[in-house]
């Protein structure tokens, strides 16, 4: 069973100053794709950045990056640069890799319990 | 505009009434899912769908149906509602997802339900 785990339930950082949250993950499977997601005070729920377990080099979107160490199962974000707007809580996702009969791989989501980010001025 | 709409936003109602929250997405995605968010747990899923009539338990499924019928709806259904089904709940879609394949879940904008 999959299984991800963000082990900081809060995190504060100075603006303009970089973080990195945790995330680590628990899976059998060779095939999985891992997310961040966003949450602002207002609830939506956005998408950061993707980093695909075959994938060789970490994935970057801006001031967020994906310090991807695949033997460690680890899935940290970094964002650089804070703002204040990036007061927020963020999920770590995984979703694992599947073969139907039509041979696509696509399957669950799973999240892990969040971390909450406070950028002070 | 690509979306995932789900309604109402806020719904409080009473222990045993049955209530419907619709879920629908114009971005003819396959995956559909229904997440209820509580404090300290994250998000977890309720139920999904990879197609049309293919629906199958999350984590968390019971006292709640859910039927796929058509593509672009996944509605939820609480037959009797109780309190400790208060929480705030999202819709999501996607892509085929997985592996080498880049498909994120689109969320809806949640729905806050309150039982009392």
């Known amino acids: 069973a999959q299984k991800i785990t963000q082990t900081q339930p809060g995190m504060f950082v100075q603006e303009k100053e970089a973080v990195t949250l945790d995330c680590t993950y628990d899976?059998?499977?060779?095939?999985?794709?891992l997310f961040w997601y966003k949450q602002p005070s207002s609830g939506e729920m956005i998408f950061l950045i993707y980093?695909?377990?075959?994938?060789?080099q970490n994935a970057t979107e801006g001031r967020y990056s994906l310090n991807f160490q695949k033997a460690r199962k680890s899935a940290n974000l970094v964002i650089s640069a804070s703002q204040l707007g990036d007061s927020a809580m963020y999920f770590c996702?995984?979703?694992?890799?599947?073969?139907?009969?039509?041979?696509?791989?696509?399957?669950?989501?799973?999240f892990g319990q969040g971390t909450i980010l406070t950028v002070h001025p | 505009e690509a979306q995932v709409t789900q309604n109402p936003r806020y719904l409080i109602t009473v222990t045993g009434k049955k209530l419907t929250v619709t879920c629908s997405q114009n971005?003819?995605?396959?995956?559909m899912s229904w997440y209820r968010q509580d404090p300290g747990l994250g998000l977890r899923q309720i139920y999904y769908?990879?197609?049309?009539?293919?629906?199958d338990k999350g984590d968390v499924p019971e006292g709640y149906k859910v039927s796929r019928k058509e593509k672009r709806n996944f509605p939820l259904i609480l037959e009797s509602p109780s309190p400790n089904q208060t929480s705030l709940y999202f819709c999501?879609?996607?892509?085929?997802?997985?592996?080498?394949?880049?498909?994120?879940?689109?969320f809806g904008n949640g729905t806050r339900l309150t039982v009392t």
């Open positions: 999501a879609s996607s892509g085929r997802g997985g592996g080498r394949d880049n498909s994120p879940l689109h």
């Open positions: 769908s990879m197609n049309v009539e293919v629906t």
């Open positions: 971005m003819n995605h396959e995956y």
């Open positions: 899976t059998s499977d060779q095939s999985y794709g």
């Open positions: 980093q695909g377990s075959y994938d060789e």
């Open positions: 996702a995984m979703r694992e890799g599947r073969s139907s009969a039509g041979g696509t791989s696509y399957g669950k989501l799973t």
